[in-house]
């Protein structure tokens, strides 16, 4: 089959169809078997010039160029809007399941692979007579009989390498690769008219207005311009270092490398008569300028360039490795309840197609891992859980929000309700939210601990934050919650929520110097946490969530900022003073947290 892919959208995912066997199972499976098969399917997910698929863990090739061949069949699945890092981020986390040891010809295979992905890119699954044939093959007397013997016969088609010429590079992104879908997207560094820069990349502006972009992005920052030439020998000494050095600056500093060779615009504006010449620029202004290839001045100037942009805050001159340390633990909950029990508890609603799939799967998961656990139709499990939010009453809610705080855990589900617009999580947290005071205990801790299994996937953080509705829900369930009188539990609860977020917070800010929470929004989660350090004295575990929780939104927050003000306002250093003593254990992390209150 010719596979004509242009007309499609940039954005469209197709299914590529083939069989493994070409033709034999359609001859051979009623004699074998006893029942009849069309094909032995392999199942590859094309999107953005790219085939993804699994066979020696997860694979990709140039579309229709694997050793599997033309596709028989091309389905068309839909078109996806998310961010090519969000989807490059989910599938990262599928190479943690389908690894090469992992592979099972029967139990999970490429359909398995293609299935997850397509759910994550459009909302819904391949279809199901691919899915279910592995089990329909077990499901014969001869099928259970050859099982070993047809998984180590296929090994070598379902597990051999692409070969290098159909491979893209390793940083291969989709829409990188032309083939039908859309032009080649280049992705080198080379200034397209955008405003914004990315962090590590050398620019090669040839116009000047390019360069006075690049210029005006840096202006709160600092910004090196590399003046060279095609016919300077020195200059292409100090390439490699100079490279080093934007990776090292991350998004510290815009480093630009010119050409004069054939960037003349911008060589008459700067007058350059000698190459190689640097000149630097901080917060708008320029700083230096100076000639020669001599990489220790070149690195020595640049560093303390950064350097000056970036003075070091006072916290990180101060010994507090509870605070100065990135937490990338979030605190989750995977305690399993009896299933069926909680099911029973659903009434009428456990009887729905979508719970008896979610009870396969956390029980698949929890016995077997999560290899051994495809996952659901996931679109199917939103809908249920929607409808329940409107028509069950309160006190029923419960063992269904349990039931899915059970999958969250898994980073296959977490990261699709990451992506689902966010409705499925915005639906409970609005209706919890709603009930206010009313919110029984059972369904308030559950909601606490389902918000903690979002944070299983990298994706759900950022969205939480950057979405005012959800963030909006998220800060009232923790600050409501963390001054619950009654329950300690949900104090406890409310506590680690508020850490995963701090958490999230702080890691943002030390790596990319830039805070996902509003300041209003630390603001409030931190008055919130100082209140409720000044109260608990029941709970170890949740005094050392606060603490930790405060010290995290406190540690390296802008100088003169509002979270600085509140601290001066409400007193938070007589606050936790008080507290020190209230269990030794906790005397160091307290000690720290003194600190950055003062």
């Given at each position: ?242 490279d080093e050095l934007a990776a090292e600056a991350g998004n510290k500093a815009v480093l630009i490398k010119v050409d004069l060779s054939d960037a003349y615009e911008i060589g008459a504006k700067y007058q350059i008569r000698v190459t190689p010449t640097f000149m630097s620029f901080l917060k708008g202004e320029k700083e ?99 409808k329940c939010l409107k028509t069950l009453a309160p006190e029923n809610l419960f063992p269904i929000v349990d039931l899915f705080r059970l999958a969250l855990v898994d980073p296959r589900l977490s990261g699709y309700f990451a992506q689902d617009n966010s409705k499925t999580v915005l639906a409970i947290l609005s209706s ?167």
């Amino acid at each position: 089959m010719d596979v004509q892919l242009w007309g499609l959208s940039p954005r469209s995912s197709v299914i590529y169809l083939i069989d493994n066997v070409q033709g034999l199972a359609r001859q051979m499976s009623g004699s074998f078997l006893g029942i009849q098969i069309d094909a032995v399917y392999h199942t590859a997910l094309v999107f953005g010039g790219i085939e993804y698929f699994f066979g020696a863990g997860v694979q990709t090739s140039f579309p229709g160029a694997t050793h599997h061949g033309k596709p028989m069949e091309v389905i068309f699945m839909g078109e996806t809007h998310l961010p090519v890092e969000v989807i490059m981020e989910y599938l990262e986390s599928l190479k943690s399941i389908y690894t090469t040891e992992s592979y099972d010809l029967f139990l999970h295979n490429c359909n398995n692979f293609s299935n997850d992905f397509a759910m994550f890119l459009v909302g819904k699954g391949i279809p199901d007579h691919i899915t279910s044939l592995p089990q329909t093959v077990l499901n014969t007397p001869f099928g259970q009989m050859l099982k070993p013997q047809l998984d180590s016969a296929m090994r070598g088609i379902t597990q051999a390498p692409v070969p290098p010429t159909s491979a893209p590079r390793q940083s291969a992104q989709p829409n990188e690769i032309s083939n039908g879908f859309a032009p080649d997207l280049h992705l080198n560094g080379n200034v397209t008219g955008q405003k914004e820069h990315h962090s590590g990349v050398v620019y090669k502006p040839k116009r000047l207005k390019q360069l006075d972009e690049l210029l005006a992005s840096a202006k709160d920052i600092c910004a090196i311009i590399f003046f060279t030439s095609a016919t300077c020998p020195p200059c292409k000494l100090v390439y490699p270092a100079y490279d080093e050095l934007a990776a090292e600056a991350g998004n510290k500093a815009v480093l630009i490398k010119v050409d004069l060779s054939d960037a003349y615009e911008i060589g008459a504006k700067y007058q350059i008569r000698v190459t190689p010449t640097f000149m630097s620029f901080l917060k708008g202004e320029k700083e230096n300028e100076w000639t020669g290839a001599n990489e220790s001045q070149l690195r020595g100037n640049v560093q303390l360039l950064v350097e000056m942009a970036h003075p070091p805050h006072p916290h990180t001159l101060l010994r507090l490795p509870m605070l100065q340390r990135v937490h990338k633990l979030p605190v989750i909950y995977t305690k399993i309840p009896p299933v069926d029990k909680l099911i029973n508890r659903m009434g009428p609603s456990g009887s729905d197609p979508a719970v008896s799939a979610m009870k396969n799967f956390v029980t698949a998961r929890q016995e077997s891992g999560a290899v051994d656990a495809p996952l659901p139709s996931l679109p199917n499990l939103s809908a249920f859980i929607i409808k329940c939010l409107k028509t069950l009453a309160p006190e029923n809610l419960f063992p269904i929000v349990d039931l899915f705080r059970l999958a969250l855990v898994d980073p296959r589900l977490s990261g699709y309700f990451a992506q689902d617009n966010s409705k499925t999580v915005l639906a409970i947290l609005s209706s919890i939210i709603g009930l206010d005071a009313k919110c029984p205990y059972t369904l308030r801790i559950v909601t606490l601990h389902m918000a903690c299994n979002l944070f299983t996937s990298s994706l759900f953080p950022p969205k939480l934050l950057s979405n005012h509705d959800l963030s909006t829900l998220l800060l009232q369930l923790v600050t409501t919650s963390l001054l619950e009188t009654g329950h300690p539990p949900v104090r406890v609860a409310a506590a680690s929520l508020a850490f995963n977020i701090a958490a999230f917070n702080h890691a943002q800010r030390l790596g990319e110097h830039r805070d996902p929470l509003p300041e209003s929004s630390q603001v409030e989660l931190l008055a919130s946490l100082l209140e409720a350090v000044g109260r608990e004295r029941e709970s170890k575990e949740g005094l050392r969530g606060l603490f930790l929780a405060a010290g995290l939104l406190r540690y390296a927050s802008p100088k003169g900022g509002e979270v600085e003000d509140l601290c001066e306002a409400v007193g938070a250093k007589d606050i936790v003073v008080e507290s020190k003593g209230t269990f030794p254990d906790l005397k160091e992390l307290a000690e720290e947290l003194e600190l950055v209150m003062s």
